[in-house]
């Protein structure tokens, strides 16, 4: 299994263009995640699904949006970039929510926003 | 905001030398668990506790789990030098299915 793979592993946008990060699993399971890292800030989820056609959001959804349209795939579509959207981005995955299941995370993308 | 707090920031020892990591939470939680996660990479999952229980070992690793306190805390043992990396306390709330992350403790063994 290739487990939880992220692309691209970086990224340079300018402030207001679009783009969609990539975010597939194999392990077939029913949960995925995307969490955002900032220095010093751990990391903030960001959306979240529970399975195909089932997304929420996390504690800083905004200005992301996701889709869940098969159990592999999850992508993080940024509408307008900005700045302050600067950030290592990681998708995760786990067979049930975060009860007693652990998450398998990718290897995460380093996207700058200039 | 962070469910998570963890103490210290950052955390300097000797190879051999036991590691000791603190991680205090807010509300009442369904399950708490350890990451750890090495420079430039994504996280690795290490060990779950859940509610009911207060002590688990996993090999080098002992967490423990105090309720009424709000806190939990991650002892490796024996540290080794690929021990480096920052250490992530994590979160389910009672009833919900997020994981919410405490902000880290950076570890860093020396030779």
């Known amino acids: 299994n290739a487990g939880v793979t992220q692309t691209p592993k970086f990224q340079v946008l300018k402030t207001g263009q679009s783009m969609t990060l990539q975010c597939a699993q194999d392990?077939?399971?029913?949960?995925m995640s995307w969490y955002r890292q900032d220095p010093g800030m751990g990391l903030r989820l960001i959306h979240y699904?529970?399975?195909?056609?089932?997304?929420d959001q996390g504690e800083v959804p905004n200005g992301y949006n996701v889709s869940r349209s098969t159990t592999e795939d999850f992508p993080l579509r940024l509408l307008s970039a900005a700045p302050s959207q600067t950030s290592v981005y990681f998708c995760?995955?786990?067979?049930?929510?975060?009860?007693?299941?652990?998450?398998?995370f990718g290897p995460g993308t380093r996207l700058t926003v200039t | 905001s962070q469910q998570g707090e963890e103490d210290p920031q950052a955390l300097s020892i000797q190879e051999g030398e036991n590691a000791t990591m603190n991680c205090s939470y807010k509300?009442?939680?369904?399950?708490l668990q350890w990451y750890r996660q090495n420079s430039g990479r994504g996280l690795v999952h290490l060990i779950l506790i859940r509610s009911n229980e207060r002590e688990k070992h996993s090999g080098r690793l002992r967490v423990t789990l105090d309720t009424s306190k709000k806190s939990s805390s991650l002892l490796i043992t024996a540290s080794r030098a690929a021990d480096t990396a920052s250490y992530f306390c994590?979160?389910?709330?009672?009833?919900?299915?997020?994981?919410?992350f405490g902000t880290g403790t950076q570890l860093k063994v020396e030779l």
């Open positions: 994590a979160t389910v709330t009672e009833g919900g299915n997020k994981l919410t």
């Open positions: 392990m077939n399971h029913e949960y």
């Open positions: 995760a995955s786990s067979y049930r929510g975060g009860q007693g299941y652990e998450q398998y």
């Open positions: 509300t009442s939680i369904n399950n």
């Open positions: 699904s529970v399975g195909a056609g089932i997304t």
